[in-house]
Structure formats: structure tokens, C-alpha cells
């Protein structure tokens, strides 16, 4: 999406002022229920005969604002917004995919979707191959009879491998099944997976898009270009009894993923967003296309002076000329690479402990995107239930520290970072 376009509809799409009382800021509707005008309206809007609001478990008029802007800026038709983003990723996999059904993930993802495929949802009966992300062929050669979605992160959260893509979703589209991507490090500013042939694109809304650290969120989003009559996908092309006999497939067309994950998915699973965080992330994707720019400056210079410093043994950013990545950063993340970095300190597991207990500015905490510098250490921390061999299949070594780098000063986050590593060096003498 052109730059012109994206900090236009982050502003407007979906809020008809018009509609909402000639307000300029998007109004919080903060109701449970909406009155029917009589019996049968009430009747068509069960029946999807006509569209409204009937509950805010399955819309919302400001959810629906914030649906239709992030829609918008990720190139899809439509979008369902939850109340995290494990919600989104849960609800997604939960319409999509039932007892005895196969997922090919990426390895490389954020520690609690790597715990919900691997441990959670084998009990259900649906299980998971992880694969190395970075060469395409191994998407392939995991795939079963019974495989039904591929699933990765565009950036990998902690890893930081940018994936190829067009290469994955190549694979996708010869085995008829959809390329689900969490674009949450990249966030739409910076990269849209639906132009490289993702299906679904799915956001932790906590993140970047909030930015201010005060609401959880997530959403789905429906690309419209996977064919659901594929043949792998009947409870697309059959009679649905989850809702009266409905052939999503037939009455819906191609929005017809998306339209399962709100009357069955959010009406089944209930993990809907509140219209209070939603407001607030709102507020938020107002300013990501200029926080995001900033995020992804103070990275790339915090990680270039990392590179020097005595205590730093190794420094992981797309951004840098030295990384395994920067090709394919070049390539997919040309507007910035964002705000994480991750590094290595001498020492290993307890000067890395050190050092996340250390910093003043950078708060140690378990979360990402903040406009305020985080640090935490996975290995102790986020990744701490995975044994080791899982732990560094997630990218995760024991010397590892994340930043998630904020929009402060940058010298103060040198000066702040300088002042802890001098705690391991008196560590290591
Ligand atoms: C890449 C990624 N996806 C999903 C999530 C889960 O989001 P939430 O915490 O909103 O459930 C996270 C959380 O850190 C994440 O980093």
C-alpha cells in the first residue's frame, strides 16, 4: 500500500461521520445489546437477512470502525477483531480446523502460539509439524493427507527471521491450503502480507497498533482470495448445523471465512474485544505509519552501536548489513525493519539476567511494541516451560536478551544499556 494512502485510511476508514452523530473521534458504543425495531427485524437480522448489530459478543458499531480501518490498511475484505491476539489466532484455527486435522508452522514464533500448537491443541486432535522457516521446500515435505493451514510469523518474534513469503505461500497454493501469516512485529505499516499471498493475516493489536501499553487486542483478517470449494474445507461447501444448514461457501462467496469466525467463531468461543480497548487502540493506529518509522530508526542505531560494545557477543536486526536477514529485509521490510533486537552478552544465562535487571529506562516486562523501551531474557522468562532444544528452534539461546526498542532518546538508551553492561563486566572479570 502507497504511504499516501496508508496514513489516510489509518485516519478515516470505516467511520462514517455522518452515521455516528457528526462525531469526529470515533465514539465508544459501550453496550452489551441493541434494540431491535420489531419481531421481525430481529427475525432477518438472525437469519443474515438483512445486517445490524445484535450483540457486542458478535459486533459492535466501534469494533466494526476499527474492523473495516484494519481491513483497510492490510489490503483485506474484511476483519474480526478479538480480545487478543491469541483470541485471533485461537478462533481462527478453531474455525478452520477440527479433531484429526495437521498445521505446518514455522518454528519461529512467539513462545505462547508455539505452546498452543504444540501442547494445547494436540489434546483436541489437532497437531502440528514445525519446520525451519527459511527454505520453502520444508513446508512442503512436512505436508500431510490431512493438512489444512500453513502458519507463520512474517517477522518472527523473538527470532527475527524475515520469511520469504512469496516462496511460502507458492507452497500454500500447490497443496490448496491457506497461508494464515502473524504480521504482528511487522505491523501493516511496514509490510502487507497479502500482497506476497497470504489468506489470513492475524495481529496481536496489544502491540505496535495500540502502541501505548494499555489494552489487549488481536484481529483477523480475510484477504477473500481462498477458494473454500477447494474440496479440503466441507464445512464450507456442506450444510452447516452450527448455523441452520448455511453453505458459506454458496450464501457468503469469498468472504465466507471470515463471516464463520464472527456468527460461529466469537458467538462459540466468545473472545470478543471490549469497545473500551478498541477505542483505544484506535487512538493508537492513528500515529503507528510515524511510530513505527521511529521504532525502526532507534533499532537500527541501538543495534549498530550494540555491534561495538565489548560485553555484546553477538547482535541480531534485519536492519543491519551483517544480518541473515537483510536481503530478505531489503526485499519485504524496505519502510523499516521495526522495534526488536535481540543480542548476546559474554557470560551467557546470568549476565543476561544481569543485564535485563539492570537497565532504568528499558522496564523488564513480557511485552512488545510499547512507545516505552522493554527488556526481558525469554530463556528465564516467555520461553521458560519449552526444554532447551524447543527453546533454540524459537530462536531462543540462553545469552539471549530482547529489546523492544521504544521512541525515547536514543543516547539515554545507550547511556542506560552502557551502565548495565558494566554490571557484567564485573560479572565476567
Ligand atoms: C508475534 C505475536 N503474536 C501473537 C502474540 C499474542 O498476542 P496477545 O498477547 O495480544 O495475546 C504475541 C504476544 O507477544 C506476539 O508477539
Do not use: C
Amino acid at each position: 500500500m502507497s504511504a499516501q494512502k496508508f496514513a489516510t485510511e489509518a485516519l478515516h476508514a470505516g467511520h462514517d461521520v455522518k452515521t455516528n452523530g457528526g462525531t469526529r473521534a470515533v465514539p465508544i458504543y459501550q453496550t452489551t445489546s441493541y434494540v431491535f425495531n420489531d419481531a421481525d427485524h430481529a427475525a432477518n437480522l438472525f437469519n443474515l437477512s438483512e445486517p445490524g448489530f445484535i450483540y457486542t459478543r458478535l459486533n459492535n458499531p466501534t469494533n466494526d470502525i476499527l474492523e473495516k480501518r484494519l481491513a483497510a490498511i492490510e489490503g483485506g475484505i474484511a476483519s474480526v477483531v478479538t480480545a487478543s491476539g491469541t483470541a485471533a489466532i485461537n478462533t481462527t484455527l478453531l474455525t478452520l480446523l477440527k479433531s484429526g486435522d495437521h498445521i505446518v508452522a514455522s518454528s519461529s514464533l512467539y513462545g505462547g502460539t508455539y505452546n498452543l500448537l504444540n501442547v494445547t491443541l494436540p489434546r483436541f486432535g489437532i497437531t502440528t509439524t514445525f519446520v525451519d522457516p527459511s527454505d520453502s521446500e520444508n513446508f512442503k515435505n512436512a505436508v500431510q493427507e490431512n493438512t489444512r493451514v500453513f502458519f507463520v510469523e512474517s517477522l518472527g518474534n523473538p527470532k527475527l527471521d524475515v520469511l520469504d513469503l512469496k516462496a511460502i505461500s507458492t507452497e500454500a497454493k500447490a497443496y490448496k491450503v491457506p497461508l494464515i501469516v502473524d504480521n504482528t512485529v511487522a505491523t501493516p505499516a511496514l509490510l502487507n502480507p497479502i500482497e506476497y499471498g497470504a489468506n489470513i493475516v492475524i495481529h496481536s493489536l496489544t502491540k505496535y497498533i495500540s502502541g501505548n501499553g494499555t489494552s489487549l487486542g488481536g484481529v483477523v483478517i480475510d484477504a477473500g482470495t481462498f477458494d473454500w470449494s477447494s474440496g479440503k474445507f466441507p464445512e464450507f461447501t456442506e450444510p452447516s448445523p452450527g448455523y441452520h444448514g448455511l453453505v458459506y461457501h454458496d450464501v457468503i462467496g469469498a468472504a465466507a471465512f471470515i463471516a464463520k469466525v464472527r456468527i460461529e467463531g466469537l458467538r462459540d468461543y466468545g473472545a470478543a474485544l471490549s469497545p473500551f480497548n478498541a477505542f483505544q487502540i484506535l487512538q493508537g493506529l492513528e500515529t503507528l505509519e510515524i511510530r513505527i518509522k521511529k521504532h525502526s530508526e532507534n533499532a537500527l542505531s541501538l543495534a549498530q552501536w550494540l555491534l561495538e560494545q565489548d560485553e555484546v557477543t553477538w547482535v541480531k536486526y534485519p536492519g543491519l548489513k551483517s544480518d541473515a536477514y537483510y536481503k530478505l529485509a531489503e526485499e519485504y521490510l524496505p519502510k523499516g525493519q521495526s522495534g526488536i533486537i535481540t543480542f548476546g552478552v559474554k557470560g551467557g544465562f546470568d549476565s543476561a539476567k544481569t543485564v535485563a535487571n539492570e537497565t532504568e529506562i528499558f522496564s523488564l516486562l513480557a511485552n512488545i511494541g510499547d512507545s516505552k523501551s522493554l527488556i526481558i531474557h525469554p530463556a528465564s522468562t516467555t520461553h521458560q516451560q519449552l526444554n532447551q532444544e524447543q527453546q533454540e528452534s524459537t530462536g531462543v539461546t540462553q545469552d539471549l536478551i530482547r529489546l523492544s526498542v521504544g521512541l525515547e532518546n536514543i543516547e539515554d538508551l545507550k547511556t542506560d544499556l552502557k551502565s548495565a553492561f558494566s554490571k557484567v563486566a564485573e560479572r565476567v572479570k
